[in-house]
């Protein structure tokens, strides 16, 4: 029974993991095309340049916080290649391109040797036994309790940030309601308010018992950390995509992230206010490939052996797939639809051969095909996403 929990336990903390790593991956997605308008259709190019930019550097003796950040480094300078040849074209340039460069950076790392310590190695072999983060700490208890402690602390602020999005429902006017509110009936807006605190409610239950599950989790791993050597890297992923989402949150919210939305809408009018829209698009494909490099370093660590068919074009539908079902132009809406994705990843892969008769390749198909649906049904029901504001999204037409 104890060994049962414990593959439960590790299992919960792979998910964790892959969740809070595509979360922050989806974030840069989110920056670019959800609050400035960029269709990026290569944005796993960025996380391949921070992925091998890490691992190699810490194969080299550099410490790695300090590769990660320079592997964030280089995915940003690779946005900056990227915008100034295309960010003054039409925005289809900048998804064709991307793309390219995606398949570009894969194809040549495949058929490249790469520094690997104390030789070369030729890319298709893979890249392997490079340092990963805390793998070699022995806690003591007092460490453990502390870094249980910081999981608690960040469990608290989702449970607070949870709340108050839950009560926000209750004084807020249905967002597919008619703009001239004048023409609207008191019981329409009453109904719209209850119907969308209902909404919120269900969510937000279901998320905090999602939450509670995962944080139960978590806090085995990290007590019985000498069993879990993805504790550490658990505590590490979620720690980094609070402060990522933190500092966002802050960034949208300023006239920075205003005038991103402004581009996003009609890159004319901030143009006509003086506005360097050239300058701010750019800055937001480099912070959003930075974040995907940081990303990129995680799921590095996370695989402890990288391929370059670990970074397929499907990583980067993914995370549009991502931001589509929480809400494009939400930080929040994403983290919910990176949830979403892995529950609805984890729940298909046990479930589905129970209920299918197919073999493990076409169950494989299969569950793509339903995410296809869902995404087509999503579009009819809420086109915005789960957590986006469609008034936001077409100028309340």
Do not use: C
């Amino acid at each position: 029974m104890f060994q049962d929990l414990s593959g439960w336990v590790g299992y919960l903390v792979f998910l964790t993991i892959s969740t809070a790593i595509f979360a922050l991956f989806s974030l840069g997605l989110n920056l670019q095309w959800g609050f400035t308008g960029l269709i990026n259709f290569g944005h796993v190019a960025f996380m391949t340049v921070g992925a091998y930019t890490t691992v190699l550097l810490s194969l080299q003796g550099v410490p790695l916080i300090v590769a990660a950040f320079v592997g964030g480094a280089v995915a940003a300078l690779l946005g900056l290649l990227i915008g100034l040849s295309t960010l003054r074209l039409r925005t289809d340039y900048l998804a064709i391109v991307t793309i390219g460069v995606s398949e570009l950076i894969r194809l040549v790392v495949n058929n490249q040797d790469l520094p690997t310590g104390s030789g070369f190695t030729p890319g298709a072999f893979g890249v392997q036994s490079y340092p990963l983060p805390l793998s070699n700490l022995e806690p003591n208890l007092i460490v453990r309790l502390g870094m249980i402690g910081l999981l608690t602390l960040i469990t608290g602020v989702s449970y607070w940030q949870l709340g108050r999005w839950i009560s926000k429902g209750r004084g807020v006017r249905g967002v597919d309601a008619p703009a001239d509110s004048r023409k609207v009936g008191r019981g329409f807006k009453e109904k719209s308010s209850v119907s969308r605190f209902l909404s919120r409610l269900i969510i937000g239950v279901a998320a905090a018992l999602l939450i509670l599950v995962l944080y139960a989790a978590g806090v085995m791993a990290l007590y019985d950390y000498a069993n879990h050597e993805k504790a550490g890297l658990m505590l590490l992923s979620v720690l980094v995509l609070a402060l990522v989402l933190w500092r966002l949150e802050v960034l949208v919210r300023s006239p920075w992230g205003r005038v991103l939305k402004a581009i996003r809408e009609d890159e004319e009018v901030p143009r006509a206010l003086g506005k360097n829209v050239f300058w701010y698009k750019l800055q937001s494909l480099m912070l959003g490939g930075a974040i995907a490099g940081i990303a990129g370093a995680l799921y590095a660590w996370q695989l402890t052996t990288i391929y370059p068919d670990n970074f397929q074009p499907q990583i980067t539908f993914d995370a549009w797939i991502i931001v589509i079902v929480g809400g494009a132009g939400n930080n929040f809406g994403t983290i919910l639809g990176a949830v979403i994705f892995f529950a609805y990843d984890a729940v298909t892969r046990f479930l589905l051969p129970a209920i299918v008769p197919l073999d493990e390749a076409r169950l494989g198909a299969f569950r793509i095909m339903v995410i296809g649906l869902i995404l087509m049904l999503l579009m009819i029901w809420r086109p915005q996403g789960i957590l986006g504001k469609k008034q936001e999204l077409t100028l309340g037409k």
